[in-house]
């Protein structure tokens, strides 16, 4: 009997033993990064020049303002125009029946402010707007990772629109048809500009 328990003893030894062999100890670390949200907009040109008819304020030919959009995530993204004047920046683009127009300005012989204000009123006169000079917007087309199409935000004077992740190219052209009631022989000679802005932040 004695030799039976002490076999017994030994065999539940062994295989408590065993057991601790067996066991396995272990532990986890994650590795994890975080991406940030990320645009990029990048204007394909700096500056285009144009030449305007002395005769009839026409260009000759049409603006083509290309931008690049990198994202890896949806943006919203706001387009706006501004033109100097003797009292600083003043917003570019304003619509008239309908159509969507930019307003060029002299950079030697600024306009006054008044003039940006003539003109944004749709019933312009001339001779009341020396030196700004505007040009009605065709379009601005996108193509790429485009979520949703631009809209002219009458309120703001800005277009808007939304862009999935990745590469999106957004197309505005001007005509060069100048605006008649804008353009006069009290418009001096000079480099007329506007400044297109492309910005994931709005006014």
Do not use: W
Request: net charge negative; with cysteine.
């Amino acid at each position: 009997m004695r030799k039976t328990t002490k076999l017994l003893a030994s065999l539940f030894t062994l295989s408590t033993a065993c057991l601790c062999v067996q066991a396995e100890t272990f532990d986890t670390q994650i590795l994890r990064a975080t991406l940030p949200a990320y645009v990029d907009i990048k204007a394909e040109t700096d500056v285009q020049t144009k030449t305007i008819d002395p005769a009839t304020g026409a260009l000759d030919s049409g603006f083509s303002s290309v931008f690049t959009i990198q994202a890896n995530d949806k943006v919203d993204l706001y387009l706006t125009a501004k033109a100097d004047t003797q009292n600083g920046f003043d917003k570019a683009f304003f619509k008239k029946n309908g159509i969507v127009y930019v307003i060029l300005t002299n950079t030697g012989k600024k306009p006054a402010a008044s003039a940006i204000a003539d003109i944004r009123t749709g019933t312009a006169i001339p001779s009341n707007n020396a030196n700004a000079i505007a040009y009605p917007v065709t379009g601005v087309n996108i193509s790429g990772a485009t979520s949703v199409e631009p809209q002219y935000n009458d309120g703001k004077d800005q277009y808007e629109f939304s862009v999935n992740p990745g590469v999106t190219m957004a197309t505005t052209t001007v005509s060069p048809a100048v605006d008649s009631t804008t353009y006069s022989f009290d418009d001096n000679a000079g480099t007329y500009e506007a400044h297109i802005t492309l910005t994931d932040t709005t006014t």
